[in-house]
């Protein structure tokens, strides 16, 4: 006997999706302005997925690359009561693990020599949905492989 599978509606899930699609959109306005060149949204591989994968490159006319970043986005509605803390906290022992390893899945998937240098970077977000308003805090090199 076959069990049904029910998948009910969860309209917090979907609140939180849109949150975090906006603080994505937010984080990336924010790395290209700091001059990054965005590679990749929402990277999915069998071990999970990255938020944003961006080269982040030096100089003012002839860019050089630096290193390739992965970045993590946490965003938080600010006027939610029920949230304590900040947003990075979120990222965990095990979420950083997850990382790691996804990211290797993203240099090895696209070929990625293993002499170029990347990081994985957490950007926080504090979103008022009200006023539109929002603070941000990039933190560089966060995990550590």
Request: hydrophobic share 35%.
């Amino acid at each position: 006997m076959e069990k049904e599978l029910i998948h009910k509606y969860n309209p917090m899930q979907r609140e939180n999706q849109i949150l975090g699609a906006e603080g994505e959109k937010i984080a990336e306005n924010f790395l290209r302005e700091k001059g990054y060149r965005i590679l990749s949204r929402n990277w999915k591989c069998k071990l999970g997925e990255l938020d944003i994968v961006a080269l982040k490159q030096k100089g003012k006319i002839f860019k050089k690359p630096e290193a390739i970043v992965f970045v993590e986005v946490k965003t938080i509605d600010s006027a939610d009561v029920e949230f304590e803390g900040q947003p990075e906290e979120n990222v965990n022992y095990f979420k950083q693990r997850h990382l790691i390893k996804s990211a290797q899945c993203y240099l090895k998937a696209n070929k990625i020599s293993p002499k170029i240098p990347w990081q994985i970077d957490v950007i926080a977000i504090e979103f008022n949905q009200v006023s539109g308003s929002h603070k941000i805090r990039h933190h560089e090199k966060a995990v550590w492989q």
